[in-house]
C-alpha cells in the first residue's frame, strides 16, 4: 500500500474483494508454484490451495444476495504430476463448485507439456460443470485445449499482442511491422469481417504501428478480438454439430503452415 502498511491477503479477504468487485464468477484463493517446483513443494502447494478452497468456498456463500446471484469456481493445481491432479480434483469435488479451473498452466512449460497435462486433467474434472483453463493462449492452444476438454479461457494474448504489432489471421499470425507490408493494401486477413479488415490496408496498419501512433495499437486491438470471438464461435459450431476434430485438423494445417514461414 502507498501508505506503507502490509495487509495480509487471506481465502475470506479474498473472496471479500471480489464480491466488493461484483464479480460474476468469484475463484477461490490458491497458491502457484512453477512447474519445475520439487514435487514435494508442488504437493505442499496443492494441499494448502485445497484447504484454501474450503475456506473460499464458506465465505462465498456466506455472502448473501452476492452469492445467490453469481458463481465460485474451485482451482485444480498439481502442475504436472497427473496423481497430484487427481488428489486435487477429488478434493475441489469434495467441497463442490460451480465451475472448476484448471491452473497452473501456461507459465513456461511448453505447449506440449501443457497439452500432455490436459490430456487427463479436464477428464478428473466433473463433465456436467464449466471447465476453465486459466490464462490461456494462444489460438492453436485455444484449439487443442478445446479437444481435450476445456469449456472456458481468459488470456492478454489478443490485447497485448496487438499493442505490439501482432495481428492472428486464419493462416497464423503475422508482425504487421515486417518491412513487406509497406505497401501491402490487402486487409489483415481476408477472411475476416471484422470493422478493421474491412476499412484499413496492411500497409495503413503497418505505418501506424511504426510510427507509435495508439490508433495502430487499438486497430490491431480491435481486430485481434474479433479474431478470438470468432474462432471461438466456429469451435462451438464445430462442437454442436459433430465436427470438432475435423475443424482442429484444417484450423492447424492452416494456422501451423503460416507460423512455419513466418
Avoid at 207 to 231: C, D, K, P
Avoid at 240 to 255: D, K, M, P, Q, V
Wanted: glycine share 12%; with cysteine; proline share 4%.
Amino acid at each position: 500500500h502507498l501508505d506503507g502498511t502490509r495487509h495480509l491477503i487471506t481465502p475470506e479477504r479474498s473472496i471479500e474483494i471480489q464480491r466488493l468487485l461484483g464479480s460474476n464468477i468469484v475463484m477461490a484463493f490458491d497458491e502457484l508454484v512453477p512447474t519445475t517446483s520439487t514435487r514435494e513443494v508442488q504437493a505442499a502447494a496443492m494441499e494448502r490451495s485445497m484447504r484454501w478452497a474450503r475456506r473460499s468456498r464458506d465465505a462465498f456463500d456466506a455472502g448473501g444476495d452476492h452469492a445467490a446471484r453469481n458463481a465460485i469456481f474451485g482451482i485444480q493445481q498439481g502442475a504436472l504430476d497427473e496423481g497430484l491432479r487427481r488428489a486435487s480434483a477429488d478434493a475441489l469435488i469434495g467441497i463442490g463448485f460451480d465451475g472448476y479451473a484448471i491452473g497452473g498452466l501456461a507459465v513456461g512449460e511448453g505447449q506440449e507439456a501443457m497439452f500432455g497435462c490436459l490430456d487427463y486433467a479436464p477428464a478428473q474434472l466433473p463433465a456436467d460443470r464449466p471447465r476453465y483453463l486459466m490464462g490461456v493462449g494462444k489460438p492453436d492452444d485455444i484449439v487443442g485445449a478445446v479437444e481435450r476438454g476445456v469449456d472456458m479461457f481468459d488470456c492478454v494474448m489478443p490485447t497485448r499482442s496487438g499493442r505490439t504489432g501482432q495481428a492472428f489471421t486464419r493462416s497464423g499470425p503475422i508482425n504487421i511491422r515486417n518491412a513487406r507490408f509497406n505497401e501491402d493494401q490487402g486487409p489483415l486477413d481476408p477472411e475476416c469481417g471484422c470493422a478493421v479488415c474491412n476499412t484499413w490496408s496492411r500497409a495503413y496498419l503497418h505505418h501506424l504501428v511504426r510510427s507509435g501512433e495508439i490508433l495502430g495499437a487499438m486497430l490491431m486491438t480491435e481486430h485481434n478480438i474479433a479474431f478470438y470471438e470468432a474462432l471461438m464461435a466456429d469451435l462451438r459450431a464445430a462442437i454442436a454439430e459433430g465436427r470438432l476434430a475435423s475443424f482442429a485438423g484444417t484450423f492447424r494445417a492452416r494456422y501451423d503452415a503460416k507460423r512455419k514461414g513466418e
